[in-house]
């Protein structure tokens, strides 16, 4: 059973889209300052590759990892 990453990622991105903004309001800081860097992928490319490595039936992150970084990598160009 293949992954369709484009439709997963439509459904996953449309989530954090309301999700992210209202995440971020629910934050209580504790006064000091954080840095709040970007990372190379998005929350939604997160979320799609975790959820498609669950649908997989891998037994290893690592390994599905590896394979869909040769495989898929240019779906997730950060």
């Not at 929350?43 to 649908?55: F, G």
Request: aromatic share 16%; proline share 1%; with cysteine.
């Amino acid at each position: 059973m293949g992954v369709d990453y484009d439709t997963l990622y439509c459904a996953v991105d449309d989530f954090c889209k309301g999700f992210e903004p209202w995440y971020r309001q629910q934050l209580i800081g504790d006064g000091s300052k954080r840095r709040n860097r970007k990372g190379n992928l998005t929350l939604s490319e997160n979320l799609t590759i975790i959820i498609a490595y669950h649908q997989s039936g891998m037994a290893c992150f690592k390994f599905f990892y590896m394979e869909l970084l040769q495989t898929k990598r240019s779906l997730f160009q950060g």
